[in-house]
T-cell receptor
Framework: SQTIHQWPATLVQPVGSPLSLECTVE??????LYWYRQAAGRGLQLLFY??????ISSEVPQNLSASRPQDRQFILSSKKLLLSDSGFYLC?????????FGQGTRLTVV | AQTVTQSQPEMSVQEAETVTLSCTYD???????LFWYKQPPSRQMILVIR??????QNATENRFSVNFQKAAKSFSLKISDSQLGDAAMYFC??????????FGTGTRLKVLA
C-alpha cells in the first residue's frame, strides 16, 4: 500500500534562518506531488506541484522554493524565513483521482 | 483563475440530524473531479467522498452524499444522522487534467449533543 511521510511534525525557527521540509512517498511510482500551506483558520493554498523529477510549478510568488531530486521525494525550502512563513504545511501525492496527504508540519517563525 | 468557494465558514447540527454544506466552483473544463475532505483536530486530511464530473449520478458513501449540479457548478455535501465524530473542518476541492487540486476555504462543522 502507498504511504506518505512528512517531517518534521513541528518546527520553530528564527526569522532569517533556512528551512527544509521533506516529504517522501512509498508504494507508488511517478506520483504527482504537492505542497500546500494552511494558515490559521484558512483553507489550503497550493504552493507548488510537480509531475516529475525536476519539474516544479509554482503557484504563488513567495519566499519559498521546492525541489524534487528523486521520483518520490519532494522538498520545500527557504533560504531566509519570514514571520509570514508561519503556518501548517501539508505535502500530498496523487495519481489522478484522489490526493493523499501527509500528517503536516506546523512551522512557527519567531 | 479557477476557484472553489465555500460560503459557510461555520455550521452547526444537532446530533442525529441532517446538515448540508455548500460548495460552488468555477471552471471552463468539461472533465474534472470534485471532492469533499474532512480535517479533524488532528489535522489529517481524510477523503469523505468523490464525484467524477462526467457521471450524472450523485455519489454516496454511507451517511454522506452529494448534490452535484454541473450546469450550476454546485457540489454540496449532505451528512445524514450526524455524529459527534463528524465535527471537523470540511473542505471542498476540485481537480482536473492540470493536476492541480484547488481547495475552498473550508466549513467548520459543529455537532451538538
Amino acid at each position: 500500500s502507498q504511504t506518505i511521510h512528512q517531517w518534521p511534525a513541528t518546527l520553530v525557527q528564527p526569522v532569517g534562518s533556512p528551512l527544509s521540509l521533506e516529504c517522501t512517498v512509498e508504494g507508488t511510482s511517478n506520483p504527482n506531488l504537492y505542497w500546500y500551506r494552511q494558515a490559521a483558520g484558512r483553507g489550503l493554498q497550493l504552493l507548488f506541484y510537480s509531475v516529475g523529477i525536476g519539474q516544479i510549478s509554482s503557484e504563488v510568488p513567495q519566499n519559498l522554493s521546492a525541489s524534487r531530486p528523486q521520483d518520490r521525494q519532494f522538498i520545500l525550502s527557504s533560504k531566509k524565513l519570514l514571520l509570514s512563513d508561519s503556518g501548517f504545511y501539508l505535502c500530498a501525492w496523487s495519481k489522478g483521482q484522489e490526493a493523499f496527504f501527509g500528517q503536516g508540519t506546523r512551522l512557527t517563525v519567531v | 483563475a479557477q476557484t472553489v468557494t465555500q460560503s459557510q465558514p461555520e455550521m452547526s447540527v444537532q446530533e442525529a440530524e441532517t446538515v448540508t454544506l455548500s460548495c460552488t466552483y468555477d471552471t471552463s473544463e468539461s472533465d474534472y473531479y470534485l471532492f469533499w475532505y474532512k480535517q479533524p483536530p488532528s489535522r489529517q486530511m481524510i477523503l469523505v467522498i468523490r464525484q467524477e464530473a462526467y457521471k450524472q449520478q450523485n455519489a454516496t458513501e454511507n451517511r454522506f452524499s452529494v448534490n452535484f449540479q454541473k450546469a450550476a457548478k454546485s457540489f454540496s455535501l449532505k451528512i445524514s444522522d450526524s455524529q459527534l465524530g463528524d465535527a471537523a473542518m470540511y473542505f471542498c476541492a476540485k481537480a482536473s487534467g492540470t493536476y492541480k487540486y484547488i481547495f475552498g476555504t473550508g466549513t467548520r462543522l459543529k455537532v451538538l449533543a
